[in-house]
């Protein structure tokens, strides 16, 4: 819902262009854009999974283009669109940028960020929009995400006059301000309730703790990438880890990767699959006889992570030497 907000103002400013994400970008946004019958175009990402601002900057040059979108941490790989070379394709083009950080919106507060990777949290207050979602790393369920827009005359598009609704005051209320235009506000409560107890601060616990996770991440990343066995994509950038294991040919490597993947669960290593393309990956001489690669994929979300990495490595082992026997 936020990203329909975020995406239903641009297309008001904007009408008749067309909105660009990157191929690895949320599936909500093409939905989206359909049910508004918005035109919607893909950009291709580069090897780590972000959008290539040199694809981008070819897309912009052909005109038409009315609002891009930015992954804050993509759902598959938690890549980070590079949010400092779009900027900089705004100031040519003129484009509504809108940053789509339900995922990774949090690790703006983490410390151990890569250097690349903490100049793009550090823009976000450049864009025309921003959605978070706090079921992903904020402790809450379903039904807190939000939508922030820089220029909160936006809200303009929002009026309404009903003869049953009345507000005490001439501003805008956040109860017209929204689509939905009633939500619970027991989820609001929740929401304020675990940000008193763990603050959004640089230092506190809850920082600590979305820190924790990417080490962790990185942690098994590094235990994946010294095994000969399997083949790996870029380093983490926030807490997803991506592999697969090796062979011969990619249509083998995503036969190994579901036997691994069944071979983990029986273990209670429960990992994931995803089928991504096969520039993500380091394959070595592997013979690309398909497209995309069937690869597992584990969300080091939980700050215990890190200290269950070493058991996290020595189950994943067991069920490797099993499966690929």
């Known amino acids: 819902m936020a990203n329909l907000e975020a995406l239903w103002v641009a297309g008001r400013l904007h009408p008749g262009k067309a909105i660009v994400a990157s191929t690895q970008a949320h599936y909500t946004h093409q939905r989206l854009s359909g049910v508004m019958n918005l035109e919607f175009e893909t950009i291709p990402c580069d090897w780590r999974g972000r959008l290539d601002p040199a694809a981008l900057e070819r897309r912009l040059a052909a005109g038409d283009v009315g609002t891009v979108v930015a992954t804050i941490g993509t759902t598959a790989t938690g890549s980070v669109d590079p949010l400092p070379a779009i900027l900089e394709?705004?100031?040519?083009?003129?484009?509504?940028?809108?940053?789509?950080?339900?995922?990774?919106?949090?690790?703006?507060?983490?410390?151990?960020?890569?250097?690349?990777?903490?100049?793009?949290?550090?823009?976000?207050?450049?864009?025309?929009?921003?959605?978070?979602?706090?079921?992903?790393?904020?402790?809450?369920?379903?039904?807190?995400?939000?939508?922030?827009?820089?220029?909160?005359?936006?809200?303009?598009?929002?009026?309404?006059?009903?003869?049953?609704?009345?507000?005490?005051?001439?501003?805008?209320?956040?109860?017209?301000?929204?689509?939905?235009?009633?939500?619970?506000?027991?989820?609001?409560?929740?929401?304020?309730?675990?940000?008193?107890?763990?603050?959004?601060?640089?230092?506190?616990?809850?920082?600590?703790?979305?820190?924790?996770?990417?080490?962790a991440a990185l942690t098994l990343y590094e235990r994946v990438k010294g095994d000969r066995r399997f083949v790996t994509a870029a380093p983490p950038e926030l807490d997803i880890l991506v592999w697969a294991p090796r062979a011969a040919r990619v249509s083998e490597a995503s036969a190994r990767a579901r036997r691994l993947f069944d071979e983990a669960a029986r273990r209670h290593l429960h990992l994931a699959l995803a089928e991504l393309p096969v520039e993500f990956f380091d394959l070595g001489r592997m013979d690309q006889d398909r497209p995309t690669l069937t690869c597992l994929r584990s969300v080091l979300m939980k700050p215990e992570h890190r200290e269950w990495a070493d058991r996290i490595w020595s189950v994943l082992d067991e069920a490797a030497t099993a499966s690929l026997a």
């Open 89 to 215: 394709l705004r100031e040519r083009f003129g484009f509504r940028l809108h940053a789509d950080a339900a995922y990774g919106g949090y690790f703006g507060l983490a410390a151990n960020l890569s250097a690349e990777t903490r100049r793009a949290y550090e823009r976000l207050r450049d864009v025309d929009s921003i959605v978070i979602d706090p079921h992903k790393h904020g402790l809450q369920p379903y039904g807190c995400g939000c939508v922030l827009f820089r220029d909160p005359e936006v809200g303009r598009f929002y009026k309404h006059d009903s003869p049953y609704t009345y507000f005490t005051s001439g501003e805008l209320h956040l109860g017209e301000i929204s689509l939905e235009c009633s939500r619970p506000g027991a989820a609001a409560v929740a929401l304020w309730a675990t940000q008193r107890l763990l603050p959004l601060v640089t230092d506190g616990e809850f920082a600590r703790g979305l820190a924790a996770g990417r080490k």
